[in-house]
């Protein structure tokens, strides 16, 4: 059964929002700069637009077969995990101080989007299988799929960074300096959590 253009970008719309919605880095970086930005989560969400958009094109036009080297792999969980590492423990040293200092990350939201977008081994690891896949049905539909592919994905992103930041930061009322202090560190340990995970997971 041949795969209609609309039927396609459904598909992309479902596997894009299913994608986004499992926990990960990019989400604890949502919820800790939620707490002061209601907005966090939209500028997070462009900031990773900025960092996928040319990875889609880059996959388009033949990157997939050096992505999807074992090697290449191996390098961007290592190099990847050990920048999460870094940055949770930053924001782990920050927890115990005022809100504007915890969150230990770029100042900027839309950088810190780009910057745990572009360190996050796992983002390389979906686009390498599941988005190859994607990139690959798009590109039967020419230059068109594939833009309408970014215009479909992209935003079932920033939508559910916006969803998750606008909840953080209504929800602040109720954050005590003690319960601040937790959900941050909570924040940091599973940021150094995953870059751990990935480390571990490219040595062995």
């Known amino acids: ?9 459904l598909s992309v719309a479902g596997i894009s929002l299913t ?12 919820i800790a700069k939620g707490y002061r930005n209601r907005h966090a989560g939209a500028l997070i969400g462009a900031g990773h637009g900025i960092v996928e958009i040319p990875l889609i094109i880059a996959l388009y036009l033949g990157l997939s ?53 572009a360190t996050n081994p796992a983002f390389y690891a979906w686009w390498a ?25 992209v935003p079932m992103d920033v939508i559910w960074n916006e969803f998750l930041s606008v909840g953080t930061y209504g929800s602040r009322r109720w954050w005590t300096p003690k319960v601040q202090r937790i959900v941050f560190g909570i924040c940091a340990l599973v940021l150094g959590g995953f870059g751990v995970w990935f480390v571990l997971k490219a040595l062995l």
């Open 19 to 30: 994608g986004v919605m499992l926990p990960g880095p990019l989400t604890t970086a949502v």
């Open 129 to 153: 299988t599941v988005g190859i896949a994607l990139v690959a049905v798009a590109a039967k539909f020419g230059h068109t799929g594939v833009v309408l592919l970014m215009l479909v994905h």
């Open 65 to 117: 077969q050096f992505i999807e080297s074992p090697r290449v792999l191996q390098g961007i969980y290592i190099a990847g995990g050990l920048m999460l590492l870094y940055l949770g423990i930053r924001m782990l040293r920050a927890s115990g101080r005022e809100a504007d200092a915890a969150v230990g990350l770029p100042a900027s939201a839309l950088a810190t989007g780009m910057v745990i977008t």
């Open 1 to 9: 059964m041949e795969t209609t253009l609309g039927l396609f970008l």
